[in-house]
């Protein structure tokens, strides 16, 4: 994320001179506590105009969250298909294919719903009986994101797909079985892609189930094959996942009430303004960019500085505490698939975060990525533990900040009347939108596609 915070940060300042006062708050940065407030918070008030007036630099730091400063997706340097029509096709029929699943039920869609936002509705993902231990984000514009899963144990999407297919609770398969299926009933889409598909019909050499993970037999069977034949499956594997990914890279967030009302506070049209927003939805907008402190961690157009943060959370009965990003800095240096791996189709210099990624610190502990928040309003229960059933219980932990244990928590408390609550909640249900993306790509592809 942090790649597009100089681009949005530049076209911020076009918008906004203001005397000698200048709003630099990009979005996907990280700054200090109270950075908000040295604009905002110290004596500065709005103009004469009620609801929606508003100084230069509120509208500068509301122009910087706008879907407008979201600049075009990047290329994935460790995915040379992530963004080939052909890629996004292929990942397409596999996003939707329960096939990938050793009794044909779960597919990556079974969690990713798309008439839930790519989510599931659910506390925690659960699709064999047992809950996994946490709850499902959605994938929509997680392509502008650096880390993937709440604790940022991968580095990219096609990474982040590959996981769950050998998750025992999951998809409840193995790489070497989605390998042969995937060249079995897809060989001419793999091949258009990629090289020539690998003989695997030698089951003295590829067994049909066999993979690296805890299952006893399974790790036996990978671990009987030789080092050439693992990383020929493997990298079938990875480019299982780089299609898939070439298709959610696609799943983009879309224009929403408070775009509009940010187009219109921009031109300082009040009366555009009244039309779009409630003189409610207005104030809770004001505490989000201001004594609120939402901006400190959720800026930018995607509504998320992309980083790290313990805030305290309660444990759900009967669960342990979840070391988030203090094991996922361990997880993510030590996959085979990340970045600067054999099958990443990056050089060196472009992995640059995982390069320089801060492997200890009081602060991982029990830290978890800071999630967007457009559509936060039909994305519920929320949290990486699903411990909130709705935006009210969200709203009065921040209020309260109870304290964090093991580790600190990175909240104050923000002591905000009922009255202020509802406006805050107002506000950040205006950030609904449908996804941005074809409208086939939004349901399963038909038979033959």
């Known amino acids: 994320m942090r790649r597009i915070g100089l681009a949005v940060a530049a076209a911020v300042l076009l918008i906004l001179v203001s005397g000698a006062a200048l709003v630099l708050f990009g979005p996907f940065r990280e700054g200090p506590a109270g950075v908000v407030r040295t604009f905002l918070g110290g004596g500065e008030r709005s103009p004469a105009g009620g609801a929606h007036g508003w100084t230069a630099a509120e509208r500068g730091l509301i122009a910087s969250l706008s879907i407008d400063q979201l600049p075009p997706l990047a290329p994935d340097p460790s995915n040379a298909v992530g963004d080939d029509p052909a890629a996004v096709a292929f990942g397409h029929a596999l996003f939707f ?194 004594d609120g402190q939402c901006t400190d961690c959720h800026n930018g157009p995607l509504f998320t500085n992309g980083t790290f943060h313990n805030i305290g959370l309660p444990l759900p009965e009967g669960s342990s505490f979840d070391q988030g990003r203090s094991l996922g800095t361990l997880k993510v240096v030590d996959d085979a698939f990340n970045c600067l791996g054999a099958f990443s189709d990056a050089g060196e210099e472009d992995c640059v975060e995982l390069r320089f990624i801060k492997m200890a610190g009081d602060e991982l502990v029990g830290a978890f990525k800071v999630p967007g928040l457009r559509n936060v309003g039909n994305t519920a229960p929320y949290m990486h533990n699903g411990i909130f059933p709705d935006l009210d219980a969200v709203i009065r932990h921040y209020n309260h900040a109870p304290p964090a244990f093991p580790g600190h928590s990175d909240l104050v408390p923000l002591a905000l009347t009922v009255e202020q609550s509802d406006a805050l909640k107002a506000f950040l249900l205006t950030l609904s939108a449908a996804p941005d993306a074809p409208p086939e790509l939004l349901q399963a592809p038909e038979r033959g596609e």
């Open 97 to 290: 294919d329960s096939g990938l699943s050793p009794d044909g039920t779960v597919s990556c869609s079974s969690c990713h719903v798309p008439e839930l936002y790519f989510t599931d509705g659910k506390v925690r993902a659960n699709v064999r009986g047992a809950d996994t231990p946490r709850h499902t984000p959605t994938i929509v514009g997680i392509g502008y994101s650096d880390w993937y899963y709440w604790d940022g144990r991968k580095d990219s999407q096609w990474a982040q797909a590959l996981a769950p297919q050998e998750a025992a609770i999951e998809h409840g398969g193995n790489r070497v079985a989605h390998t042969l299926y995937v060249l079995d009933n897809y060989r001419s889409q793999y091949e258009a892609l990629f090289v020539r598909a690998p003989d695997l019909s030698d089951e003295t050499r590829f067994p049909l189930n066999a993979a690296p993970v805890e299952d006893a037999l399974l790790r036996a069977a990978w671990d009987e094959m030789t080092e050439a034949d693992q990383n020929t499956v493997n990298h079938v594997f990875a480019d299982i996942g780089k299609s898939i990914a070439a298709y959610s890279r696609r799943i983009l967030p879309g224009r929403s009430r408070f775009d509009d009302y940010a187009a219109a506070a921009i031109a300082n049209d009040q009366g555009r303004m009244g039309e779009i927003f409630s003189a409610e939805e207005a104030a809770g907008l004001r505490l989000f960019i201001g």
